[in-house]
């Protein structure tokens, strides 16, 4: 048997990096919040909810006790949505010690203070060594990563031996890790894009067309890269699977919960209905909100979020919004570039 993985979360991403550990010989506990998830899996080896379809092998054993799942592990993937992140991290805390190598693979911000997670997993479990932290991320599907789907993903880590360490543990030959020591693009790049992913939705819901998905990527990734870069991420993560790779599943797959809310949003429906309507979590609305207030704290502009955060918390029209954004004053499209390296010719 190989290494001991404690799972906390249980969702759909849980789930499928539960199933990559299983595969790769780990013996993996997953913690569930809710009871009639870990009965389900017990009595059926599905998680119907959360990754229909799919069976789980006996070598996951869900529990629904922190403790339990924690009593016995060489490592720790924390894997819920980031809503909830700040509090399990604290019910989480007792039962780490400094040693223990932890990697989180949450997409959002903190909502109390804007924090990235690997920010929330030092400030509530102060007795890890910041060298064991770890985040994976990357353009992956819980659906397709389930079903064996040939995927990359990226760990970064501060430390080149955790980073290493977790791509050992997680890397087989339908799931390939690359390591990357860039945790704030890396965070960033995962938080950042499912914004861009329901503005695509919107547009895709008003019938806007190809171009206009285009133009919102590929303007999006520079707002994305703008906001990483004064908050100390490297502009070549952007450029990675972390940035424009997540970035572009995120926008197009028919499996973004980020992209579906935003096409209701498109097609009139509210807020509150596209949340009444899914049974899953859309990081991106908390990230608007989260950007939207981290852009004005590093004085960075970002027009698309700006315009996604009226929306969503102002009851914009879509249709007035998209008009406000292609009515923008005149700009240079290399702006940044341009101040450095950039000439005209005359
Ligand atoms: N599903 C996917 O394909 C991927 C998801 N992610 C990220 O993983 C994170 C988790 O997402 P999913 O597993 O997809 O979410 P999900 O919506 O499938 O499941 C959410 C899970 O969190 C639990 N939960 C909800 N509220 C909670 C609370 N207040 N306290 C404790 N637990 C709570 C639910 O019971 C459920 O187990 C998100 O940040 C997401 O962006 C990242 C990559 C891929
Ligand atoms: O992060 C993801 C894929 O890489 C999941 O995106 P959604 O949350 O939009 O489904």
Redesign the pocket.
Known sequence: MGSSVAVI????????LALVLADNGCKVTMW???QE?VDEILAERTNS???PDVTLPETISPTSDLERALADHDYVLA???????R??MKQVSPFIHKDTRVIH????FDKEKLNRMSQVILEEIPQLDARNLAVL??P????E?SRRFPTTVVVASKSRATAEAFQDLFMNTYFRVYTNPDVVGAELG??LK?IIALGVGLSDGLQFGDNAKAALMTRGLTEISRLGIQMGAAQMTFAGLAGIGDLIVTCTSK?S?NWRAGYQLGQGKTVDEVLSSM???V?GIHATKAAYALSQKHEVIMPITNAIFHVLFEGKNPRAAVEDLMGRGKTHEMEEVARMSMRWEE
């Open positions: 979360g249980a969702g759909s991403w849980g789930t499928a569930a919040r809710r998830v909810r959360y990754l894997a819920m949505p980031s809503v909830a992140f509090d399990t693979a949450t997409k959002g991320t990357g992956s599907h819980a659906e990563v995962g938080a499912n499996h919960r049974n899953m979590v990081e």
